[in-house]
């Protein structure tokens, strides 16, 4: 077979397996999204249960009993089947482990499940085909609040906490690079929140009332929930019991197989088939067959920026093949709809899509090194506790983001964006801020919370001249991906405002209450009238530094206030220094 036969087959190889891929990535989505849909509805049926289990009964007529029907149950027990088993490939064809705490989390929650849903679902359903019981939540409650308390309750408590944050996870990584999701974010937050929530306490509720009843003896019982010892039920009970911690057995038996089945693979691999992946530097990265080159980075700890989790939905992940391309195959249709949207050469690939089986020579083209986010100072002001404080308020936003969105993949859009917030929280944290809102790509943060009011504004001072390097460091990053550089513009004000929030290094939603955040806003949305970075109140440059050296100051109307503000701006970064400069040799 000549090189140009040899070639074109490996290309319909490449079609085919990529093809394949993303009919089994969206056949897992869908399957999931079936799966998620029907704990969706049972939990909001177990939040009936805060009014009764009569109230739960009533509910799961319409909640649930459409899954009982043959076509309920064929799509339900499909989709688990689908979803259980492309899972599981997944596993094992993934290369390593070597992955996003968000990812590792979502896969062992979803190991989780089976064990602990077994003892559940596989009992009930087991112990309606094979014996006949009938099993209603009357039962189902008394079993676990008054037979099995100790074992039996906090396991199907934790079987509701696991369902729904794998399911949440998986929903998030699906929504994240739609247009509208973060508008949605906090209604969607707070959905994920509530539901199970309301569906906990529907559970104890109900479980509290049969322990009421059991309390009262077996004659105040409901029909059906008491097995006398001995009895063809309760032998029947025992015996689907016993079945059940066979299927227990044999699911972990099969997970222990799959993960012994990668230990061989990939000793076979690494003994007899291995390929070196050469990056930037000279560093060489030397992993068996088959591993993609997004996996190889990741298993040679090498940043590699992939937003979707290198599922193929964005093109942060691209690489430039310098040496090796020829024996790649082309591009499947997935990647090649990915690429020719963003306008790449042919030498451009996605990290994620290609599995060398030979040397191979790449360049990651979209920088993913973020800076340190050092843990925030602590105040250590007691919860609860409110005072008064003189306290510098920095807010930035990000201009013309809209046009970032321009003829950009979601998912590319969004990497750039979180980008831009990293850098800024970073700056913030740095010189001893707090950032107490993100809302789109405007970042409000304090500083001062427990320090004076001068420590405050320089230090507030210095985090703008952060923000504004870090910028432009981050328009070299990115200059392969931005038509046009990052512009921010920065409200600087120090004022009193009233704080005490205990903090904990993370995002609060609004610790310091008072006019000082909105001046500091409100002097942001004068900087693109000024033609200015950063536009800051008289009272914080006064703060920093007096005498020699002061910016003009010139009065600005802001809305909302009847007299105007003295402010000062600053068009160039040197001015900023400036500033500092002077304050520090003062």
Not at 56 to 65: G, N, T
Not at 447 to 454: N, S
Request: charged share 20%; glycine share 10%.
């Amino acid at each position: 077979m000549s090189g140009a036969d040899t070639l074109s087959e490996r290309a319909r190889i490449g079609d085919r397996s990529s093809s394949t891929r993303g009919r089994l990535r969206t056949l897992r989505l869908w399957s999931g999204l079936v799966l998620f849909l029907y704990a969706s509805m049972h939990l909001i049926n177990h939040a009936f249960g805060i009014r009764s289990v009569e109230a739960m009964e009533w509910a799961a007529a319409v909640l649930l009993r459409p899954w009982e029907t043959v076509p309920g149950l064929t799509l339900l027990y499909g989709a688990m089947i689908v979803h259980a088993g492309l899972g599981l490939r997944a596993l094992y064809r993934r290369r390593h482990l070597r992955i996003p705490a968000t990812e590792a989390l979502q896969i062992g929650l979803g190991l989780a499940i089976p064990l602990l849903l077994m003892a559940h679902a596989a009992a009930i359903r087991y112990g309606k085909i094979v014996y006949g019981l009938e099993i209603d939540f009357d039962r189902v409650v008394y079993q676990y609040w008054e037979v099995m308390p100790g074992f039996g309750l906090p396991r199907q408590l934790l079987l509701m906490l696991v369902v729904w944050v794998h399911g949440c996870i998986g929903v998030r990584a699906w929504l994240r690079g739609k247009s509208w999701y973060q508008r949605r974010v906090p209604l969607l937050t707070a959905l994920a929140t509530l539901v199970p929530v309301l569906a906990v306490l529907g559970f104890v509720n109900a479980g509290l009332d049969m322990r009421e009843l059991a309390a009262a003896g077996p004659d105040a019982l409901p029909p059906g929930v008491f097995d006398e010892p001995g009895s063809q039920k309760a032998m029947a009970v025992a015996a689907v019991n016993r079945a059940v911690g066979w299927m227990t057995l044999s699911y972990a038996a099969l997970v222990a197989g799959i993960f012994v089945a990668r230990a061989v693979r990939d000793w076979h691999s690494a003994r007899f088939r291995s390929v070196r992946i050469t990056y930037p530097g000279g560093r060489v990265v030397t992993v068996p067959a088959g591993f993609s080159v997004l996996e190889a980075s990741r298993w040679g700890g090498i940043p590699h920026a992939s937003v979707c989790g290198g599922r193929g939905r964005c093109s942060t992940c691209r690489v430039d093949v310098m040496a090796g391309g020829d024996n790649l195959p082309p591009p499947g249709p997935e990647e090649q709809r990915l690429l020719s949207r963003i306008g790449a050469p042919p030498s451009v690939r996605l990290a994620c899509q290609i599995r060398p089986e030979s040397d191979l020579a790449v360049v990651p083209l979209v920088h993913s090194a973020t800076a340190a986010q050092p843990r925030g100072n602590t105040p250590g002001l007691p919860t609860g506790g409110r005072r008064e404080a003189e306290v510098a308020a920095l807010f930035v936003d990000l201009r013309q983001s809209t046009r970032l969105a321009d003829d950009r993949l979601p998912y590319d859009t969004l990497f750039i964006v979180e980008r831009y917030i990293k850098a800024v929280s970073a700056a913030v944290r740095m010189c001893g801020g707090h950032v107490t809102n993100i809302a789109g790509d405007g970042v409000m943060s304090v500083f001062g919370v427990e320090g004076t009011a001068p420590d405050a504004a320089r230090d507030a001072f210095r985090a703008a001249l952060r923000i504004w390097d870090g910028i432009d460091n981050l328009n070299g990053e990115l200059h392969r991906e931005l038509s046009e550089p990052l512009k921010v513009g920065i409200g600087l004000h120090v004022g009193v405002a009233v704080v005490g929030v205990k903090w904990t290094g993370a995002m609060e939603d609004m610790p310091f209450l008072g006019d000082t955040g909105n001046v500091a806003a409100r002097l942001e949305a004068q900087t693109k009238r000024l033609d200015a970075t950063l536009v800051a109140s008289k009272e914080a440059v006064l703060l920093v530094a007096d005498g020699d050296g002061l910016p003009d100051f010139s009065a600005v109307m802001l809305p909302g206030k009847q007299e105007p503000v003295e402010a000062a701006r600053f068009r160039e970064s040197g001015e900023l220094r400036a500033l500092l400069g002077a304050a520090a040799s003062a």
